[in-house]
């Protein structure tokens, strides 16, 4: 009964967990699942904007061709607001970077409403780019602050929310894209303008909370602001163990300012942190999760499921992940992050390996296209329950306040370029390799799995310093002296 009346008194870090989910990560999971339902009715007003303007029909090639940038453009804006992840936030603060990112969004939202009426499709272009500028700046920034204002034994569980809302927000935007919904050809404006609401609503909210309780101490120099912070987040008056944690990290920064992307790519003291940033945690794409939702459909076609019932196992499919990612919230501070992720990976590219053998059998037997579906849905359980919890919750963990922001920059770009490059060229891969596509994501999985559980030292419950020194036995391994000499101490001096 204490520790859950323990764990009850951080309530309003809970509601700013909601908050900052709201418009933050969970605009990214409603953006890659409600741009599906209204592809017809898009790809008919492009049609019948050209047919005004020129008098002749759209070619069938441009029209795909407009669809796809209108679909991919999102990564690009996305890579965009990433990279202001690493100033913003900075110069500005955490909060107010996010009230900026939510007049985007709600800029965007407008151009999606009204671009029917103004007869532009251009409007729709520009306003999944801003979306996507939303997304990349949004996320980023999420983890950034609840990071920041979260006690390290609910760290873990705090910043998995983010996962927690892409899911949601993937999940909400199935649902409302189904015909009997918003999937219409007079509702499709409104649809793609839906990400306004929460927008508005982390705008009103967010200004009844502190700032960054680390961002005001350690970037800021805050010491009072930070102690009130944290005395309304936590409710608790015993701050000591937690500042004094703040002040070791400040110390350790010798009053150095915050770390450039150059920094970050060349100093030897977060070599490692990097490579575990970028590799299991940010090119997490490139497990083929987006693409097996993309391969779903011609599964669930193969085995008799009607075409228009697709939709409704696509539902099943965000329903699975985001109850994968509920439990993983409940498990990351109690298995930790390495296994969870580590050991996902392996379990992902095994049952991807499986998958492709099915495949490439489907036809011996009328059971085992039905075999295929439950693979996929066992694929999307495990990417739940391991890696896509975990790549938002451990980058949080591995990066000193003067680095963090500058980290989320490279984490973005590898994220969203990545993404881009799945999502122009898979179609491309499906056609020439087939089934055996999935083999380029197995490797990655076994991969990514060896590389987490081999050198990633865990990260839960240990303090930012802490955690330094673990990665320092990694970057240093080889020359123990360096730890003192080197030129960066940030990392290093305790």
Known sequence: MEGASKKLQYWRLYV?????????????????????????????????????RYQVPVEESANKLIWSFIVAVLSLGAWTGAIHSGSLPVTYGRKKALMFN???????????????????????LLGRFLYGYNVGLGLSVHLMYLGESSPKKLRGFLTLTGSIFIGFGKVMGQIIGIKEMMGTEDMWPYLLAVSGIPAILQFVMLPFFPEAPRYLYIDKGDTEGCRRALEWLWQEDDLKLELDDMQKERDSSQGEKAKTVKDV?????????????????????????????????????????????????????????????????????????????????????ITMSLLTVMLSIKD???????????????????????????????????????????????????????????GMLFGYIVDGLGQFCFLIFVAYSIFSAGFMIYFVPETKGKTMVGIMEEFNKLNYKNSISDVETDDIPLATKL
């Not at 076609?301 to 109850?323: F, N, W």
């Open 265 to 349: 790519l060349s100093s030897r003291c977060v070599r490692w942190q990097l490579l575990t940033l970028t590799v299991p945690c940010a090119g997490i794409q490139f497990c083929g999760i987006n693409a097996l939702y993309f391969y779903a459909f011609d599964i669930f076609r193969e085995s008799g499921v009607p075409k228009d019932q697709g939709h409704y196992l696509a539902v099943g499919l965000g329903a699975t992940e985001l109850i994968a990612v509920t439990l993983c919230s409940f498990l990351i501070d109690r298995a930790g992050r390495k296994k969870l992720m580590g050991y996902g990976y392996l379990l992902m590219g």
């Open 16 to 52: 700013l967990s909601l908050v900052l989910g709201i418009g933050g990560s969970f605009q990214y999971g409603i953006q890659v699942s409600v741009i599906a339902s209204p592809e017809e009715h898009v790809h008919s007003f492009v049609n019948y904007t050209w047919m005004l």
């Open 364 to 422: 011996l037997s009328p059971w085992i296209p039905y075999v295929n579906i439950a693979l996929i849905f066992c694929v999307i359980l495990i990417y739940g329950l391991g890696p896509s919890g975990v790549s938002m919750a451990l980058p949080a963990d591995l990066f000193l306040q003067a680095w963090r922001p500058s980290a989320y920059v490279i984490s973005g770009t590898v994220n969203w370029l990545s993404m881009f490059v799945v």
């Open 102 to 124: 939510n007049v985007v969004a709600m800029v965007a939202a407008v151009l999606m409403l009204f671009s029917r009426m103004a007869k532009s499709f251009e409007m729709i």
